[in-house]
């Protein structure tokens, strides 16, 4: 799969199909003056089957079905690697702690999204990918090599969203995280680029939010160094997540198990459908899900200064492919 370049800074979303032809396109909310702009929704528009955001108020130029978990369970799984920067425990504390952010927001009345978000543990696939007939896991993997998606330095992190391009339902959801460029910190002394705040703005991707031109959102698109604003969600962001996942009826008997089944290894090192008794090959649900109707959006967060470099002059580093 190739992948497009993201603009800098990550003002932008990029977007391409699994199966067919590719494209791209910038947030539309930047052009739009921010005294009408609240919170944003990643969106499938049906006549281009691109993503845009969709911003509420909604306004002339947003198009589309916003995107959404179908299901109020849904799941993560940690490389198990993690990074030089970070331990895979450390790495589990704080995606634990970001997840809880979004799921806990205060929607009003003591009530909040009806969503439940379960770890499955460690996994050795840092791919991020979604297979329409094997195995999946939603992934959050640590780039220690290289940042594969050339942007200087700029980018923080990426969170790749794929879906049904007919009713915006999210099959999979994986977030890679620019520790080549990067010097993250924890905690809050001598904070750098703050990979709670980094988590918490990328969980936000993961649960179907775009950016916010509101500057004091964890949905804003650029990321202030040394800062540690956006762990803590804004009346902006706690707008936008409870009205993605309304609150609602308790959650029972919850199934967090990836669609098409959990794997912990990615695709190509999984046996073939047909040789692994077929649970894998199970028919899409009503609605879409084959090949062609599944598209992948991916949005990052930006760096207001240059990320700085751990390893400058490390050789052999990836450039965009
Ligand atoms: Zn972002």
């Known amino acids: 799969m190739r992948s497009s370049d993201l603009p800098p800074a990550g003002r932008g979303a ?47 130029t947003d198009c589309g079905i916003p995107l959404a978990w179908p299901s109020p369970c849904v799941s993560y799984s940690l490389q198990e690697d993690a990074s030089d920067q970070v331990t895979l425990a450390e790495a589990e504390a704080i995606f634990e702690q970001a997840f809880a952010t979004w799921t806990a927001a205060d929607c009003g009345g003591g009530t909040n999204p009806r969503m439940e978000v379960t770890y499955l543990g460690p996994i050795s696939c840092d791919a991020h990918e979604y297979n329409q007939r094997k195995g999946n896991a939603n992934i959050i993997t640590f780039r220690d090599d290289g940042w594969p998606y050339g942007s200087g330095g700029n980018t923080l992190a990426l969170t790749t969203v794929t879906y049904n391009l007919k009713n915006g339902e999210i099959y999979d959801a994986d977030m890679e995280i620019n520790s080549f460029d990067v010097t993250l910190s ?31 959102a ?34 029972e008997a919850c199934d967090p198990t990836p669609r098409h ?31 062609g109707l599944v598209a992948a959006a991916a949005a990052s967060l930006g760096a207001l200064a240059r990320a700085r470099r751990r390893r400058a002059a490390r050789p052999g580093r990836e450039r965009a492919r």
């Open 218 to 251: 964890t949905m804003y698109a650029d990321y202030r160094p040394e800062s540690t604003i956006l762990r803590d969600l804004d009346d902006d962001d706690r707008a936008g997540i409870c009205a993605v996942y309304p609150p609602g009826e308790p959650i």
């Open 261 to 291: 089944g959990f794997s912990d290894l990615c695709a190509e090192d999984q046996p073939d459908p047909e040789e692994s008794g077929g649970c894998a090959a199970a028919p899409s649900s009503p609605g879409g899900g084959g090949g």
């Open 14 to 60: 990029r977007a391409r199909a699994v199966a067919a032809a590719s494209f791209t396109l910038v947030a539309a909310a930047l052009a739009l003056p921010r005294a009408a702009l609240a919170y944003c929704r990643t969106s499938v528009c049906p006549e281009t089957q691109s993503t845009a955001a969709v911003c509420t108020p909604q306004q002339a």
């Open 186 to 216: 924890m905690g809050d002394d001598d904070v750098s680029f703050d990979l709670l705040s980094i988590a918490t703005h990328e969980v936000g991707h993961f649960l179907g939010l775009s950016h916010s031109a509101e500057v004091t």
